[in-house]
């Protein structure tokens, strides 16, 4: 079967750093996608990788190895709002997204 | 305005009542989509459009109907609403087939009693 793992809940201090992992097993892959969920909103789109290596956007990062299956979200200088769930998500080869059940990110001051 | 637009936004119903969730979007998206969200899962496909003569069932469409009534339209039906039907609803759409960027509605909270 197709499985995302990713962590429930992450506890991380205003100002720091925080690295979400995300682990797959999908039949095929064409691309892995993170997504930001604020408590009660809709998803909104983060970061896309379909190659190996690491894509930076602004303080954002996400990093994929396609031979391990797995791929992290790397948030810098955290803030407050950044208090969100963060969802990764994988393209299999029909091009279907298969979702993580989300790891719910917690900044404390 | 939001370029996806879900409504109702909250909606409590009894058991075996129908009920119907709409989505409108103004993105000019061909691809439309309807997933359910429950606390500790992942999201889930109910039903997926590539166009108006396009439907497709997802991984959950059990109890579940869908109609595109034009590009910008996309609604989902619970004949028979049932209980573990009660979940946040997501419209989404997206541009082409393999992107996997989304564009969500504000969802649309559905209590089944």
């Known amino acids: 079967g197709q499985n995302i793992d990713q962590p429930t809940e992450m506890t991380a201090t205003e100002g720091a750093i925080v690295q979400i992992n995300c682990t797959y097993q999908t039949s095929g892959f064409n691309g892995l996608f993170w997504y930001q969920q604020h408590a009660g909103e809709a998803p909104t789109f983060l970061s896309y990788?379909?190659l190996d290596g690491l894509e930076e956007k602004g303080r954002f990062s996400s990093f994929l190895s396609r031979s391990k299956g797995y791929s992290y979200l790397l948030l810098k200088e955290l803030q407050m709002k950044d208090s969100a769930s963060y969802l990764c998500a994988v393209m299999d080869s029909n091009y279907q997204l298969i979702w993580g059940a989300g790891t719910k990110l917690i900044i404390k001051p | 305005d939001a370029d996806v637009t879900q409504t109702p936004r909250n909606r409590i119903t009894k058991t075996g009542k129908r009920i119907m969730l709409e989505c409108s979007q103004t993105?000019?998206?061909?691809?439309m989509y309807w997933y359910r969200q429950d606390p500790g899962l992942g999201l889930q496909l109910i039903y997926y459009?590539?166009?108006?003569?396009?439907?497709n069932k997802g991984e959950i469409s059990d109890g579940y109907s869908v109609s595109r009534q034009a590009q910008a339209k996309f609604s989902l039906s619970l004949e028979s609403a049932i209980p573990n039907q009660t979940a946040l609803y997501f419209c989404?759409?997206?541009?082409?087939?393999?992107?996997?960027?989304?564009?969500f509605g504000e969802g649309s909270r559905l209590t089944v009693l």
């Open positions: 459009s590539f166009d108006v003569k396009d439907i």
């Open positions: 990788n379909v």
């Open positions: 989404a759409t997206s541009e082409g087939r393999d992107t996997g960027e989304l564009f």
């Open positions: 993105k000019g998206h061909d691809r």
